[in-house]
Protein backbone atom coordinates (compact mmCIF):
# COMPACT_ATOMS: atom_id res chain seq x y z
CA UNK A 1 0.00 0.00 0.00
CA UNK A 2 1.31 3.16 -0.74
CA UNK A 3 1.59 6.25 2.16
CA UNK A 4 1.96 8.95 -0.02
CA UNK A 5 -1.32 9.33 -0.99
CA UNK A 6 -1.81 12.76 0.93
CA UNK A 7 1.21 14.11 -1.20
CA UNK A 8 -0.88 12.57 -3.96
CA UNK A 9 -3.82 14.12 -3.46
CA UNK A 10 -2.94 17.87 -2.95
CA UNK A 11 -0.66 17.98 -5.71
CA UNK A 12 -3.50 16.17 -8.03
CA UNK A 13 -6.73 16.57 -6.33
CA UNK A 14 -8.01 19.82 -8.07
CA UNK A 15 -6.58 18.28 -11.23
CA UNK A 16 -9.23 14.77 -10.63
CA UNK A 17 -11.91 17.15 -9.14
CA UNK A 18 -12.19 18.80 -12.35
CA UNK A 19 -12.07 16.24 -14.68
CA UNK A 20 -14.85 14.54 -12.47
CA UNK A 21 -16.92 17.12 -12.56
CA UNK A 22 -17.00 17.77 -16.00
CA UNK A 23 -17.32 13.95 -16.69
CA UNK A 24 -20.14 13.67 -14.23
CA UNK A 25 -21.91 17.17 -13.84
CA UNK A 26 -22.17 16.32 -10.56
CA UNK A 27 -20.32 17.54 -7.35
CA UNK A 28 -20.77 14.60 -5.11
CA UNK A 29 -20.20 11.89 -7.64
CA UNK A 30 -17.06 13.66 -8.69
CA UNK A 31 -15.87 13.60 -5.28
CA UNK A 32 -16.47 10.12 -5.03
CA UNK A 33 -14.54 9.16 -8.55
CA UNK A 34 -11.73 11.09 -6.63
CA UNK A 35 -11.48 9.19 -3.70
CA UNK A 36 -12.41 6.33 -5.39
CA UNK A 37 -8.85 7.04 -7.86
CA UNK A 38 -6.63 7.36 -4.61
CA UNK A 39 -8.19 4.20 -3.54
CA UNK A 40 -7.09 2.30 -7.02
CA UNK A 41 -3.82 4.44 -6.34
CA UNK A 42 -3.33 3.04 -2.56
CA UNK A 43 -3.90 -0.56 -4.17
CA UNK A 44 -1.38 -0.32 -7.05
CA UNK A 45 1.46 -2.13 -6.51
CA UNK A 46 3.53 -1.37 -9.94
CA UNK A 47 6.20 1.66 -9.95
CA UNK A 48 5.83 4.42 -12.15
CA UNK A 49 8.55 5.44 -14.66
CA UNK A 50 8.15 9.01 -13.30
CA UNK A 51 5.63 12.08 -12.69
CA UNK A 52 4.18 12.26 -15.74
CA UNK A 53 3.65 8.17 -16.01
CA UNK A 54 1.48 8.53 -12.39
CA UNK A 55 -0.52 12.08 -13.54
CA UNK A 56 -1.61 10.21 -16.47
CA UNK A 57 -2.01 7.23 -14.87
CA UNK A 58 -4.57 8.91 -12.34
CA UNK A 59 -6.29 10.94 -15.03
CA UNK A 60 -7.06 7.53 -16.90
CA UNK A 61 -8.60 5.89 -14.05
CA UNK A 62 -10.46 8.30 -12.80
CA UNK A 63 -11.92 8.76 -16.59
CA UNK A 64 -12.54 5.40 -16.46
CA UNK A 65 -14.13 5.40 -12.91
CA UNK A 66 -16.40 8.56 -14.24
CA UNK A 67 -17.73 6.13 -17.10
CA UNK A 68 -18.65 3.71 -14.93
CA UNK A 69 -20.64 6.17 -12.88
CA UNK A 70 -22.44 7.52 -16.41
CA UNK A 71 -23.14 3.84 -17.50
CA UNK A 72 -24.92 3.66 -13.86
CA UNK A 73 -26.33 7.39 -14.13
CA UNK A 74 -28.15 6.40 -17.53
CA UNK A 75 -30.11 4.13 -15.65
CA UNK A 76 -30.69 6.35 -12.60
CA UNK A 77 -30.57 10.04 -13.82
CA UNK A 78 -29.86 12.64 -11.86
CA UNK A 79 -28.67 15.74 -13.62
CA UNK A 80 -27.58 18.51 -10.81
CA UNK A 81 -25.32 21.38 -12.42
CA UNK A 82 -27.20 24.02 -10.77
CA UNK A 83 -24.93 22.89 -8.11
CA UNK A 84 -22.22 24.03 -9.75
CA UNK A 85 -22.80 27.24 -10.89
CA UNK A 86 -21.24 28.71 -7.43
CA UNK A 87 -17.98 27.68 -9.23
CA UNK A 88 -18.65 30.51 -11.34
CA UNK A 89 -18.56 34.65 -10.80
CA UNK A 90 -18.76 35.30 -15.17
CA UNK A 91 -21.68 33.96 -16.50
CA UNK A 92 -20.52 33.26 -19.40
CA UNK A 93 -17.41 30.64 -18.03
CA UNK A 94 -20.52 29.01 -16.48
CA UNK A 95 -22.29 28.61 -19.38
CA UNK A 96 -19.41 27.40 -21.25
CA UNK A 97 -18.90 24.70 -18.69
CA UNK A 98 -22.30 24.11 -18.89
CA UNK A 99 -22.04 23.50 -22.52
CA UNK A 100 -19.33 21.20 -22.47
CA UNK A 101 -20.63 18.98 -19.96
CA UNK A 102 -23.81 18.41 -22.17
CA UNK A 103 -21.91 17.11 -24.70
CA UNK A 104 -20.82 13.58 -25.18
CA UNK A 105 -19.36 12.17 -22.86
CA UNK A 106 -16.25 10.77 -25.60
CA UNK A 107 -15.96 14.35 -26.74
CA UNK A 108 -15.96 15.36 -23.37
CA UNK A 109 -13.00 13.81 -22.05
CA UNK A 110 -11.03 14.79 -25.46
CA UNK A 111 -11.71 18.34 -25.00
CA UNK A 112 -10.98 18.42 -21.34
CA UNK A 113 -7.27 16.49 -21.99
CA UNK A 114 -6.58 18.80 -24.90
CA UNK A 115 -7.92 22.55 -23.59
CA UNK A 116 -7.76 22.41 -19.87
CA UNK A 117 -5.01 20.00 -19.18
CA UNK A 118 -3.07 20.88 -22.32
CA UNK A 119 -2.38 17.10 -23.12
CA UNK A 120 -1.30 17.17 -27.09
CA UNK A 121 -3.28 14.76 -29.33
CA UNK A 122 -0.73 12.07 -29.14
CA UNK A 123 -0.88 11.76 -25.03
CA UNK A 124 -4.34 12.56 -25.39
CA UNK A 125 -4.82 9.15 -27.59
CA UNK A 126 -2.18 7.31 -25.33
CA UNK A 127 -4.42 8.38 -21.81
CA UNK A 128 -7.34 7.64 -23.44
CA UNK A 129 -6.33 4.06 -24.77
CA UNK A 130 -7.77 5.39 -28.05
CA UNK A 131 -5.85 6.48 -31.63
CA UNK A 132 -4.47 9.70 -32.32
CA UNK A 133 -7.26 9.89 -35.40
CA UNK A 134 -10.17 9.12 -32.91
CA UNK A 135 -8.88 11.92 -30.64
CA UNK A 136 -9.06 14.35 -33.86
CA UNK A 137 -12.29 13.00 -35.02
CA UNK A 138 -14.05 13.55 -31.64
CA UNK A 139 -12.18 16.87 -31.12
CA UNK A 140 -13.49 18.18 -34.28
CA UNK A 141 -17.08 16.79 -33.42
CA UNK A 142 -16.94 17.98 -29.93
CA UNK A 143 -16.16 21.39 -31.16
CA UNK A 144 -18.71 21.80 -34.21
CA UNK A 145 -21.48 20.42 -31.65
CA UNK A 146 -20.08 23.30 -28.88
CA UNK A 147 -20.22 25.67 -31.68
CA UNK A 148 -23.78 24.32 -32.45
CA UNK A 149 -24.79 25.05 -28.56
CA UNK A 150 -23.45 28.61 -28.44
CA UNK A 151 -25.12 29.37 -31.90
CA UNK A 152 -28.48 28.20 -30.50
CA UNK A 153 -28.15 29.45 -27.21
CA UNK A 154 -26.77 32.86 -28.13
CA UNK A 155 -25.60 33.67 -24.28
CA UNK A 156 -22.20 34.90 -25.83
CA UNK A 157 -20.42 36.07 -28.59
CA UNK A 158 -17.65 33.07 -29.76
CA UNK A 159 -14.84 33.94 -32.17
CA UNK A 160 -14.85 30.59 -34.58
CA UNK A 161 -11.82 31.57 -36.58
CA UNK A 162 -9.93 29.69 -34.07
CA UNK B 1 -7.99 31.16 -28.95
CA UNK B 2 -11.33 31.20 -28.07
CA UNK B 3 -11.57 27.14 -26.86
CA UNK B 4 -8.77 28.16 -24.44
CA UNK B 5 -11.26 29.61 -22.23
CA UNK B 6 -12.21 26.16 -21.37
CA UNK B 7 -9.45 26.50 -19.07
CA UNK B 8 -10.60 29.25 -17.63
CA UNK B 9 -13.96 27.97 -16.89
CA UNK B 10 -13.32 24.49 -15.63
CA UNK B 11 -9.89 25.77 -13.88
CA UNK B 12 -12.38 27.67 -11.42
CA UNK B 13 -13.42 24.26 -10.14
CA UNK B 14 -11.70 23.23 -6.84
CA UNK B 15 -12.57 21.41 -4.41
CA UNK B 16 -14.01 22.52 -0.89
CA UNK B 17 -12.24 22.38 2.64
CA UNK B 18 -14.74 20.01 3.34
CA UNK B 19 -14.40 18.07 0.14
CA UNK B 20 -10.79 17.57 0.42
CA UNK B 21 -11.48 16.10 4.41
CA UNK B 22 -14.20 14.06 3.30
CA UNK B 23 -12.15 12.83 0.38
CA UNK B 24 -9.06 11.65 2.48
CA UNK B 25 -11.43 10.48 4.74
CA UNK B 26 -10.40 6.83 2.62
CA UNK B 27 -10.79 3.93 5.62
CA UNK B 28 -14.64 4.70 5.45
CA UNK B 29 -15.18 4.60 1.25
CA UNK B 30 -12.37 1.56 1.66
CA UNK B 31 -14.22 -0.77 3.49
CA UNK B 32 -17.60 -0.31 1.33
CA UNK B 33 -15.53 -1.24 -1.90
CA UNK B 34 -14.10 -4.46 0.34
CA UNK B 35 -18.06 -4.93 1.12
CA UNK B 36 -18.92 -4.31 -2.07
CA UNK B 37 -16.20 -6.69 -3.49
CA UNK B 38 -17.29 -9.03 -1.06
CA UNK B 39 -20.34 -9.43 -2.02
CA UNK B 40 -19.33 -9.87 -6.09
CA UNK B 41 -16.76 -12.21 -4.41
CA UNK B 42 -19.85 -14.33 -2.68
CA UNK B 43 -21.97 -14.16 -5.66
CA UNK B 44 -19.18 -15.80 -7.78
CA UNK B 45 -18.62 -18.27 -5.62
CA UNK B 46 -22.13 -19.05 -5.24
CA UNK B 47 -22.21 -18.94 -9.14
CA UNK B 48 -19.32 -21.54 -9.23
CA UNK B 49 -20.48 -23.62 -6.55
CA UNK B 50 -23.73 -24.07 -8.37
CA UNK B 51 -22.35 -25.12 -11.69
CA UNK B 52 -19.99 -27.66 -10.20
CA UNK B 53 -23.08 -29.21 -8.27
CA UNK B 54 -25.31 -29.05 -11.45
CA UNK B 55 -22.10 -30.88 -13.72
CA UNK B 56 -21.93 -33.68 -10.39
CA UNK B 57 -26.06 -33.52 -11.07
CA UNK B 58 -25.58 -34.48 -14.29
CA UNK B 59 -22.37 -36.72 -14.36
CA UNK B 60 -23.73 -39.17 -11.41
CA UNK B 61 -26.12 -41.02 -13.12
CA UNK B 62 -23.96 -41.39 -15.49
CA UNK B 63 -21.78 -42.92 -12.79
CA UNK B 64 -24.59 -44.76 -11.04
CA UNK B 65 -25.79 -46.42 -14.49
CA UNK B 66 -26.05 -49.91 -14.53
CA UNK B 67 -23.79 -52.20 -15.91
CA UNK B 68 -26.44 -54.09 -17.65
CA UNK B 69 -28.07 -52.88 -20.67
CA UNK B 70 -30.83 -53.86 -23.16
CA UNK B 71 -30.59 -52.90 -27.05
CA UNK B 72 -33.34 -53.44 -29.35
CA UNK B 73 -32.83 -52.62 -32.83
CA UNK B 74 -35.40 -49.66 -33.41
CA UNK B 75 -36.10 -46.28 -34.95
CA UNK B 76 -33.86 -43.97 -34.38
CA UNK B 77 -32.95 -40.64 -35.56
CA UNK B 78 -31.22 -41.95 -38.92
CA UNK B 79 -33.21 -45.02 -39.05
CA UNK B 80 -33.43 -48.09 -38.16
CA UNK B 81 -30.75 -48.82 -35.83
CA UNK B 82 -29.23 -50.84 -32.21
CA UNK B 83 -30.50 -48.79 -29.39
CA UNK B 84 -29.31 -48.81 -25.84
CA UNK B 85 -32.78 -48.83 -23.89
CA UNK B 86 -32.97 -45.82 -21.50
CA UNK B 87 -35.50 -45.98 -18.78
CA UNK B 88 -38.66 -44.36 -19.44
CA UNK B 89 -38.03 -44.16 -23.18
CA UNK B 90 -39.88 -45.84 -25.63
CA UNK B 91 -38.69 -46.90 -29.35
CA UNK B 92 -40.53 -48.47 -32.15
CA UNK B 93 -39.03 -51.66 -32.77
CA UNK B 94 -37.81 -52.50 -36.65
CA UNK B 95 -36.88 -55.68 -38.17
CA UNK B 96 -33.24 -56.19 -39.17
CA UNK B 97 -32.55 -56.69 -42.93
CA UNK B 98 -34.29 -60.26 -44.39
CA UNK B 99 -35.60 -61.54 -40.44
CA UNK B 100 -39.04 -61.97 -40.31
CA UNK B 101 -39.32 -60.95 -36.58
CA UNK B 102 -37.99 -58.25 -33.87
CA UNK B 103 -34.99 -58.44 -31.84
CA UNK B 104 -33.53 -57.58 -28.76
CA UNK B 105 -30.34 -58.38 -26.97
CA UNK B 106 -29.78 -58.58 -23.05
CA UNK B 107 -26.49 -57.61 -21.78
CA UNK B 108 -26.03 -58.54 -18.41
CA UNK B 109 -22.43 -59.86 -16.73
CA UNK B 110 -23.70 -61.34 -13.88
CA UNK B 111 -26.23 -64.00 -13.48
CA UNK B 112 -30.02 -63.22 -14.12
CA UNK B 113 -33.07 -64.97 -14.43
CA UNK B 114 -36.29 -64.49 -16.58
CA UNK B 115 -39.38 -64.43 -14.05
CA UNK B 116 -41.55 -65.87 -17.35
CA UNK B 117 -39.77 -66.43 -20.73
CA UNK B 118 -42.63 -66.16 -23.23
CA UNK B 119 -45.51 -63.98 -24.05
CA UNK B 120 -48.43 -63.99 -26.01
CA UNK B 121 -49.67 -60.76 -27.15
CA UNK B 122 -52.45 -61.49 -29.42
CA UNK B 123 -51.16 -63.25 -32.07
CA UNK B 124 -47.54 -62.20 -31.33
CA UNK B 125 -45.28 -64.55 -29.73
CA UNK B 126 -42.33 -63.12 -27.41
CA UNK B 127 -39.93 -65.61 -25.99
CA UNK B 128 -36.19 -65.38 -24.31
CA UNK B 129 -33.59 -67.50 -25.48
CA UNK B 130 -30.17 -66.85 -23.95
CA UNK B 131 -29.91 -63.33 -24.05
CA UNK B 132 -31.67 -62.95 -26.70
CA UNK B 133 -35.43 -62.05 -27.00
CA UNK B 134 -37.78 -62.35 -30.26
CA UNK B 135 -40.87 -61.08 -31.18
CA UNK B 136 -42.89 -62.82 -34.03
CA UNK B 137 -45.79 -61.12 -34.81
CA UNK B 138 -48.78 -63.55 -35.92
CA UNK B 139 -47.02 -66.34 -35.04
CA UNK B 140 -49.76 -68.14 -33.01
CA UNK B 141 -52.65 -68.15 -36.02
CA UNK B 142 -51.48 -68.25 -39.19
CA UNK B 143 -54.78 -68.12 -40.59
CA UNK B 144 -56.82 -64.69 -39.34
CA UNK B 145 -58.08 -65.50 -35.52
CA UNK B 146 -60.88 -63.08 -36.19
CA UNK B 147 -62.36 -64.87 -39.12
CA UNK B 148 -61.80 -67.79 -37.36
CA UNK B 149 -63.36 -67.14 -33.88
CA UNK B 150 -64.92 -63.85 -34.52
CA UNK B 151 -63.17 -62.70 -31.88
CA UNK B 152 -61.57 -59.03 -32.48
CA UNK B 153 -57.81 -58.44 -30.86
CA UNK B 154 -57.96 -55.05 -28.81
CA UNK B 155 -55.94 -52.66 -31.68
CA UNK B 156 -53.54 -51.87 -28.32
CA UNK B 157 -52.63 -54.58 -26.06
CA UNK B 158 -49.08 -54.93 -23.46
CA UNK B 159 -47.66 -57.27 -21.14
CA UNK B 160 -44.36 -56.62 -18.78
CA UNK B 161 -41.12 -59.03 -19.21
CA UNK B 162 -38.92 -59.37 -15.88
CA UNK B 163 -35.32 -59.68 -15.37
CA UNK B 164 -34.20 -60.46 -11.63
CA UNK B 165 -30.19 -60.09 -12.03
CA UNK B 166 -28.86 -62.22 -8.72
CA UNK B 167 -25.67 -61.65 -6.92
CA UNK B 168 -23.08 -64.40 -5.98
CA UNK B 169 -25.60 -65.63 -3.47
CA UNK B 170 -28.39 -65.69 -5.37
CA UNK B 171 -29.93 -62.75 -3.83
CA UNK B 172 -31.73 -60.39 -6.44
CA UNK B 173 -29.95 -56.85 -6.49
CA UNK B 174 -31.68 -55.66 -9.41
CA UNK B 175 -34.85 -56.03 -11.23
CA UNK B 176 -35.68 -55.08 -15.53
CA UNK B 177 -38.94 -54.44 -16.21
CA UNK B 178 -39.67 -54.16 -19.86
CA UNK B 179 -42.73 -53.35 -21.31
CA UNK B 180 -43.56 -54.81 -24.73
CA UNK B 181 -46.53 -53.33 -26.30
CA UNK B 182 -48.41 -53.56 -29.82
CA UNK B 183 -50.58 -50.59 -31.03
CA UNK B 184 -52.25 -50.64 -34.00
CA UNK B 185 -49.97 -52.83 -35.46
CA UNK B 186 -46.84 -51.39 -34.74
CA UNK B 187 -44.41 -53.17 -31.98
CA UNK B 188 -42.94 -51.09 -29.12
CA UNK B 189 -40.53 -51.68 -26.07
CA UNK B 190 -39.78 -49.61 -23.08
CA UNK B 191 -37.58 -49.78 -20.22
CA UNK B 192 -39.62 -48.61 -17.16
CA UNK B 193 -37.84 -47.03 -14.61
Known sequence: MREDVEEIFFRYGNMLYRT??????????????VQDTLIRYMEHRREFKDEEHRKAWLLRVCINLCKNRLLFKKRHPQIEFAE???????????????????????????????????YN???????????????????????????????????????WND | MELERLKDAVGLITLSEEAKERILNLNGRRMQIRRQ???IYKGVTAACVAVVLLACMMFLPAADSPEWSVNAYAQGTDGA????????????????????YYRLKIDIPG??????????LGQDHIWVDGDEIYWLTDALFYTDV????????????????????????NQITDLIRLEVSKEYGKCYVQLKD
Do not use: F, H
Not at chain 1, 99 to 107: G, V
Not at chain 1, 132 to 141: D, F, I, L, P, Q
Open chain 1, 20 to 33: AVVMLGNKSDAEDA
Open chain 1, 84 to 118: LTEYYEKSEDGWLAELLMRLPESYRAVLMMYYVMG
Open chain 1, 121 to 159: IRETARILKITESAVKKRMERGRNRLREMVEKEGIMEWN
Open chain 2, 37 to 39: RGR
Open chain 2, 81 to 100: EWIRLKPGERVLLQKEEGKE
Open chain 2, 111 to 120: RYWYEKDIII
Open chain 2, 146 to 169: EEQTGYKLPEVMSDYLYIKILDED
